[in-house]
């Protein structure tokens, strides 16, 4: 069975600074989806960025990019800048390439940005 | 364009009582899944729908029930609550049917249906 791993609960960072947080994941497929959703006190989950298994590029968008080291089955996600709006519960999930959204998330990463 | 709409954002019930919670998807959108969030468990997939399809279900008891409707909206209902399915929610469409064919086509959340059981 696939799984998740996010082994920081918190993290913080000062404002302008870069934080990197950490995803593992385990599986046996070869093509697969990853991706990282940012939730804020709203509760809404909002897409921050994702990363196909095929491609070796990392993701990249606007000052978030992502390190995935598919042999190591590793997936950061790297925050440059950070501002105050970046606070919010940070998901890692998987999903196979199968035809589901049966997504696999994370435990999640509390981020607070101190100003 | 309107993203996904959850009702009602907030509800209490008392344990033995039932519930049922209404998503509309993005407009466009054919499928929609459901997450169960809570502090313990943390987001557990509930179910998927296509084209009015169960296409996929959780590992969750019978209690747990859905339905999607012809214009794409979908229904999750909760029968007998107990004090444990308190939580968060979440419900999320997509335009595919996440077949081989399309690609990272991602889900969609709404904000979400926060159910407390007493």
């Known amino acids: 069975a696939q799984t998740v791993t996010q082994s920081q609960p918190e993290m913080s960072v000062q404002e302008a600074e870069t934080v990197t947080l950490s995803c593992t994941y385990d599986?046996?497929?070869?093509?697969?989806?990853l991706f990282w959703y940012k939730q804020p006190p709203s509760r809404q989950m909002i897409l921050v960025i994702r990363?196909?298994?095929?491609?070796?590029q990392n993701a990249t968008e606007n000052r978030f990019s992502v390190n995935f080291q598919k042999a190591a089955k590793s997936f950061s996600l790297k925050i440059s800048d950070s501002q105050l709006g970046d606070a919010a519960m940070y998901f890692c999930?998987?999903?196979?390439?199968?035809?589901?959204?049966?997504?696999?998330f994370g435990t999640g990463t509390r981020l607070k940005v101190l100003a | 364009k309107a993203g996904v709409t959850q009702t009602p954002r907030y509800l209490i019930k008392t344990r033995g009582q039932q519930v049922t919670l209404s998503c509309s998807p993005i407009s466009g959108h054919r499928s929609v899944s459901w997450y169960q969030q809570t502090p313990g468990q943390g987001l557990q997939f509930l179910f998927e729908y296509f084209s009015e399809t169960q296409r996929n279900k959780g590992n969750f008891p019978g209690r747990f029930s859905g339905r999607q409707f012809s214009n794409s909206r979908s229904e999750m209902n909760v029968s007998t609550l107990e004090l444990g399915d308190s939580a968060l929610y979440l419900c999320?469409?997509?335009?595919?049917?996440?077949?081989?064919?399309?690609?990272?086509?991602?889900?969609?959340f709404g904000a979400g249906s926060r159910l407390t059981v007493l």
């Open positions: 999320a469409s997509s335009l595919t049917s996440g077949g081989l064919s399309s690609g990272a086509n991602v889900l969609t």
């Open positions: 599986t046996s497929e070869s093509d697969y989806y």
């Open positions: 999930a998987y999903r196979p390439d199968s035809g589901t959204y049966k997504y696999i």
């Open positions: 990363q196909e298994a095929y491609k070796q």
